[in-house]
């Protein structure tokens, strides 16, 4: 535990609770520590956080549609790196049919989330079925390949170096937001008995991000039986229950989906927008002092944004004072919209994130020019 510096003032006009009953006239923007999980104190400004006439320099917000990445390649492995740093990598991987070999990624934890598509994942724990809206945690240096009928579109997080976790669910208790008996896992079916073989078989694997290839003379796929408690495991968003307050906007944090050391991966998720008229109905605006900030926006209508459509992501360093468009923001004063209909996975990193090449030719350059009013 870290002995912050900690003993809360007020000065000047200020509400009595962050997010409720804003000073008249006035925009609120939190200036927070640790993410949303550290000391935290609410400015509140006589202009929008966001009102800058222009932007530029490598702490400008970005955007990119990622539905314009058409590289398809065969291996996983090979799927174009997006960003990273030293304890993730972030890859899209676009694929259709049958992967004639398997794979092992023995850098770390795999995250798929299945943004198109479906098929039949197997791996060395058996077969697992997957849907569009799947989430799927490899552990380390699992063995795996994928068949599918239909073109999947598959966004990969890989925690470098680390793993996969649930996060801790404090006072609401281990059932909120989704029941760990919702998590299924591969099972050794009549599928996997059938995809058994004694032929020639190439296992492709990633060390320190490099590919090196081992060859068999049968199909290593071919367990019998397993027990104890470390396994892939398959969420599917829809079984992700919201917390929820109506008189008051909780923080991305309370979203969280899976946990490592130096990032989280939250999952919004429709729910009801905050009835009670004295709540902020939308994101506040935030200088989130120590997290890079990336969302993947699954499906539906982005309630804090406008003109983004599903596959794409947005890019937010840290440092900068971000939050809602204002044709968002005026909307939400109205409550005119009473629930919201989004799904989009967060990434928020401890360190900043590199964007890579793959991202040059689909990014939206006016990105950073949203906020302006219009």
Not at 36 to 59: N, R
Not at 110 to 138: A, K, M, N, P, S
Not at 182 to 187: E, G
Request: glycine share 8%.
């Amino acid at each position: 535990m870290k002995n912050w510096i900690s003993f809360p003032k007020v000065e000047g006009t200020a509400s009595r609770q962050a997010h409720v009953r804003l000073p008249a006239g006035t925009y609120e923007r939190e200036m927070g520590r640790e993410g949303f999980f550290g000391p935290a104190t609410q400015m509140h400004h006589a202009h929008p956080p966001t009102g800058w006439t222009s932007f530029d320099g490598p702490l400008r917000p970005r955007a990119f549609d990622l539905n314009h990445v058409d590289t398809m390649p065969g291996c996983p492995l090979e799927a174009p790196a997006l960003m990273g740093n030293g304890a993730t990598q972030v890859r899209l991987w676009r694929f259709k049919g049958r992967m004639d070999h398997l794979v092992r990624n023995a850098d770390g934890d795999d995250l798929l989330f299945f943004h198109q598509g479906g098929g039949h994942l197997f791996c060395d724990y058996g077969h697992l079925e997957v849907r569009e809206g799947d989430y799927v945690v490899l552990p380390r240096n699992t063995c795996w390949r994928l068949e599918t009928d239909e073109a999947v579109m598959v966004l990969m997080v890989e925690a470098t170096n680390d793993a996969y976790k649930l996060p801790h669910k404090g006072l609401v208790g281990t059932h909120a937001i989704f029941d760990p008996a919702v998590l299924d896992v591969p099972t050794l079916d009549d599928a996997f008995q059938a995809q058994k073989h004694e032929r020639e078989t190439l296992v492709r694997v990633k060390k320190r991000g490099q590919l090196c290839a081992m060859t068999y003379p049968f199909n290593p796929l071919d367990a019998v039986g397993w027990h104890g408690d470390l396994a892939p495991v398959r969420l599917n968003w829809r079984d992700i229950r919201p917390l929820m307050s109506h008189r008051y906007h909780l923080p991305p944090s309370a979203h969280s989906t899976w946990i490592s050391s130096r990032f989280i991966v939250c999952t919004f998720v429709p729910r009801p927008i905050e009835s009670d008229p004295e709540a902020l109905k939308l994101p506040y605006y935030h200088s989130n002092e120590d997290f890079d900030e990336v969302l993947f926006y699954h499906r539906g209508q982005f309630f804090s944004r406008d003109n983004i459509h599903p596959g794409m992501v947005t890019y937010h360093p840290s440092g900068f004072p971000h939050g809602p468009h204002p044709k968002a923001y005026e909307v939400a004063q109205k409550f005119e919209r009473k629930e919201t209909d989004e799904v989009a996975v967060m990434i928020d990193t401890r360190d900043p994130l590199d964007v890579y090449p793959a991202m040059d030719g689909v990014e939206w350059g006016g990105y950073a020019d949203s906020w302006k009013a219009k």
